[in-house]
């Protein structure tokens, strides 16, 4: 070998060597997650599955950078928080488990029936989503009781299309998240 082909092999080995570092230095450090969930639980006042606190653990399959500013939690809206980190630039939102749902695990807590409910489990109700200029509704039933102003979860008939949506009169409910 000359000279010049064992510095190119040299150069080579300290390169390929030298390389996966300088990738992993590249990377972004990834939130802990532990750690987000224990400032959500914290700042709700409600570990998971309780009433007012998170539905279920944060997905561990997400990877979001560190947040170096801090995180914001807005307050809840539409049964769930927002959780941002402007500085990083993602926003997820966490499902909160209501109030009059049963909590995940106990026995016993079934939800109690609502008095007078506009919408009651097994009523066939009218599921709307509209806009500015448009509006569309489908047949649903529903699975739960609720009333005006209330979430209930409705059913529209083929397999697995459970949703929640905001009762707005007697049979009629709407999606949540239309405006």
């Given at each position: 070998m000359t000279i010049i082909s064992r510095f190119?092999?040299?150069?080579?080995?300290?390169?390929?060597?030298?390389?996966?570092?300088?990738?992993?230095?590249?990377?972004?450090?990834?939130?802990n997650l532990d750690e987000l969930e224990k400032i959500v639980i914290t700042t709700l006042g409600a570990d998971i599955g309780e009433p007012g606190g998170p539905l279920a653990p944060i997905d561990r399959r997400m990877r979001l950078s560190a947040c170096s500013?801090?995180?914001q939690?807005?307050?809840?809206?539409?049964?769930?928080?927002?959780?941002?980190?402007p500085a990083a630039g993602w926003r997820i939102r966490i499902p909160l488990t209501h109030d009059a749902l049963p909590v995940a695990g106990k026995r016993g807590t079934a939800a109690a029936p609502v008095a007078n409910a506009a919408v009651r489990r097994g009523d066939p109700v009218q599921l709307i989503a509209q806009g500015s200029s448009f509006q569309v509704s489908i047949d649903?039933?529903?699975?739960?009781?609720?009333?005006?102003?209330?979430?209930?979860?409705?059913?529209?008939?083929?397999?697995?299309?459970?949703?929640?949506?905001e009762v707005v009169d007697v049979g009629r409910v709407r999606v949540i998240g239309f405006k």
């Open positions: 190119s092999v040299f150069t080579f080995i300290v390169t390929a060597l030298t390389a996966p570092s300088v990738l992993a230095a590249a990377q972004p450090a990834a939130m500013a801090g995180v939690i807005d307050p809840p809206a539409l049964s769930a928080v927002a959780v941002r980190c649903a039933t529903a699975m739960e009781d609720a009333d005006i102003g209330g979430r209930v979860r409705v059913s529209t008939g083929s397999k697995g299309s459970t949703m929640f949506a």
